[in-house]
């Protein structure tokens, strides 16, 4: 398996500007989480789903976030206007259910975002 | 809610040396415990666990037990090497299934030959 996988890698985008991340998860996992790296905060989960359905949205900043994921192989994190602040490093992960620890999160590479 | 204290870096040592990183945690009921490696450039990688008390979790020669009673997962390692240099996150999990994880804030290790 590929992994998960993220694009772009690197953004570089203006105040104001609106940006779409990418992800698609490992095949067969039922979880996908959204997550988001800065010096001051280290991570923070913002959104996760579970069979595509939004769980815990409570992460998000504020409205300017919105994610989707409209089938198992495919979501979407975007921010709309962007601002200078949003720059960090976001980072998807995916997961089986189950009960237990033995639902790993698998990380993707992260795409770093930043604003001018 | 729950939460994760880890002990602030950099934590610099030379190649052989012993390796501890201490993590404590704050959490509701009995959550498993997680460490992630992060290498530079790249997403996080799982690099041991533990899902009850007195479990010790182990990889590549890190360790890490899990410690109810004083509700710790410090992280050990006998011997250092240069490629263990990356960034370290101590994590938990709630009991319910498939939540999402809470991590700490890393500690950066930096390991000199």
């Known amino acids: 398996d590929a992994g998960v996988i993220q694009s772009p890698r690197h953004e570089v985008t203006e105040m104001g500007q609106e940006v779409t991340l990418r992800c698609k998860p490992i095949?067969?996992?039922?979880?996908l989480f959204w997550y988001r790296q800065t010096m001051m905060r280290g991570l923070e989960l913002l959104i996760y789903?579970?069979?595509?359905?939004?769980?815990?949205d409570s992460g998000m900043p504020e409205d300017r976030f919105s994610a989707k994921m409209p089938n198992a192989s495919f979501s979407t994190l975007k921010i709309q206007p962007s601002e200078p602040r949003d720059s960090a490093v976001y980072f998807c992960?995916?997961?089986?259910?189950?009960?237990?620890?033995?639902?790993?999160?698998?990380f993707g590479p992260g795409t770093r975002l930043t604003v001018l | 809610g729950d939460s994760v204290t880890q002990m602030e870096g950099p934590v610099t040592l030379s190649e052989e040396a012993f390796l501890t990183i201490n993590c404590t945690y704050t959490?509701?009921?009995?959550?498993?415990l997680f460490w992630y490696v992060q290498y530079p450039g790249e997403g996080l990688q799982l690099l041991l666990k533990?899902?009850?008390?007195?479990d010790k979790g182990s990889n590549k020669g890190f360790e890490a037990t899990y410690r109810k009673e004083t509700t710790s997962f410090h992280l050990e390692k006998g011997s250092v090497q240069v490629s263990d240099s990356a960034v370290y996150f101590c994590?938990?999990?709630?009991?319910?299934?498939?939540?999402?994880?809470?991590f700490g804030k890393g500690t950066t290790l930096s390991v000199s030959s």
């Open positions: 992960a995916s997961s089986r259910g189950g009960t237990g620890a033995n639902n790993e999160q698998f």
């Open positions: 095949s067969g996992h039922d979880y």
């Open positions: 789903f579970n069979n595509n359905v939004p769980i815990d």
């Open positions: 959490a509701t009921g009995y959550p498993s």
């Open positions: 533990a899902t009850k008390a007195d």
């Open positions: 994590a938990l999990r709630s009991g319910q299934a498939g939540t999402a994880l809470i």
